[in-house]
């Protein structure tokens, strides 16, 4: 067949044979179209503040991003709210003001390595509009609770914080209003020793962050508890008199003090305690002044 019988053969009926066309090419788009299935993600907004500016409004009010994915209906099952990052970028912003800023999305590791095709990723909204300010510096006291009893027989001294202070990033206005960052609590519920405990800084405020965010190390000291006991009229035993002689009066008796933990100090009986004169040296009738000599078994 020569070029000129080919093109003849072309373009013999053209209308109905574009028409035919036309119409294939509808019907395989509709036919991609239908193997196509949506699926929308709710994912956490970011917003990344690496220059001098902070945002002071704006984030209460898009806390999340609809991220809308179009792709093969067998994908879909691939694909999940962790595999997206959504965020918007103020860093390259140098002066206040209110500004509106795209939303950009970005995929995991993972769906990179997929290489899904065909892949369609729409954000809503793609566009947010933040005031921002000069972000400033501040160093505030950490603070922690202690609750719960100690063990019976002991007390917790106040908690030491290790570090004691953070330092805060935010616009200074809210800084302002800051004068300390909680770091959580510590139970030392039913403890006879002392506790440790790694705590984070509390921090719900959208508009500030803590610098390098670091673990605080809480430690309660626990310590035995001290009592004191009255001991009144404990009566004097004589050791080791002659059996010649006799002590004459009534029984001579002393009040006593003693001190010690609680735990030690509830155990105490009478009969722990010796409380005795020695009385062996004596020779002949008379009138001494003794020693008195307290012993605790």
């Not at 806390?63 to 860093?91: C, G, H, M, N, W």
């Not at 729409?122 to 510096?137: E, H, V």
């Not at 100090?265 to 000599?293: C, Q």
Request: net charge negative.
């Amino acid at each position: 067949m020569n070029i000129k019988h080919f093109l003849e053969k072309l373009t013999d009926n053209w209308p109905v044979k574009a028409l035919c066309f036309v119409l294939s090419c509808v019907i395989y788009f509709f036919h991609q179209v239908s193997l196509l299935e949506t699926k929308t993600f709710s994912v956490p907004l970011e917003v990344r503040k690496e220059g001098n500016m902070i945002p002071v409004s704006g984030l209460e009010k898009e806390k999340f991003i609809k991220v809308k994915v179009r792709t093969k209906r067998e994908q879909i099952p691939l694909i999940s709210e962790k595999d997206f990052s959504a965020y918007v970028d103020i860093s390259s912003k140098t002066k206040e003001g209110s500004w509106t800023f795209p939303v950009s999305v970005s995929i995991s590791e993972k769906m990179i390595e997929l290489d899904l095709d065909p892949l369609e990723i729409t954000a809503t909204p793609d566009n947010l509009k933040f005031d921002i300010q000069k972000k400033s510096l501040k160093q505030v006291p950490v603070v922690s609770k202690v609750y719960g009893i100690p063990a019976h027989g002991y007390k917790a001294l106040s908690v030491h914080l290790e570090p004691s202070h953070v330092f805060l990033v935010g616009p200074q206005f809210m800084l302002d209003e800051i004068n300390e960052i909680n770091v959580g609590s510590v139970n030392i519920e039913n403890s006879d020793i002392p506790v440790s405990k790694i705590l984070k800084a509390v921090n719900t405020n959208a508009y500030i962050s803590i610098l390098d965010d670091p673990h605080i190390k809480a430690y309660v000291p626990i310590v035995s508890e001290a009592m004191v006991k009255e001991l009144p009229d404990v009566e004097i035993k004589f050791n080791s008199l002659p059996d010649e002689f006799a002590v004459s009066g009534d029984a001579m008796k002393i009040s006593l003090t003693i001190e010690g933990n609680v735990i030690d100090i509830e155990k105490f009986r009478m009969k722990n305690l010796s409380v005795y004169a020695d009385l062996s040296f004596i020779t002949e009738p008379g009138v001494y002044t003794v020693p008195v000599i307290i012993e605790l078994s």
